[in-house]
């Protein structure tokens, strides 16, 4: 009679999974969660200004940016699936070292394109002729932050 091996060993790292599924999980949340709470929290500071034109500058601004940088998102999907699938340690950091560098490529391209990206998407956006001036104010300073939330 063929004897199975004993199944405990699986059932005992099977019970572990969600606690190294949320290990996993929790930095992908809060990355996808960081532009749009930003642009909440500019919001939240500029609702208690005097002029409401700033609170629209900002709305507009934020939910541009959000399109922009959502539109990246295969950077942080790819990666995290390739390096899933990595074996060694030497390719998840070689791995991570090539998104970087991609991100800060795209990065530098959307600050030497941030005018022309600001007037269409104020244009797409149909934004009232006096918002044109604050958001770009906005989108300008924002811009700088490409790097920081690309990598």
Known sequence: MATRPSSDSNITDNRDIP????????PMILGNLSVPLLGLVDTAVLGHLDDSRYLSAVAIGTSLLAF???????????????????SQREERSALLFKAMVLALIIATGLLALGPLLTSM???????????????????????????????
Request: no cysteine.
């Open 19 to 26: 606690g190294r599924l949320w290990s996993l999980a929790w």
């Open 68 to 86: 922009l940088y959502w539109g990246f998102g295969f950077l942080r999907m790819g990666t995290t699936g390739a390096a899933a699938q990595a």
């Open 121 to 151: 998407g104020l244009a797409a956006m149909d934004a009232p002729g006096d918002l044109h001036g604050l958001a770009s104010s906005y989108l300008s300073i924002r811009l700088f932050s490409a790097p920081a939330v690309l990598v």
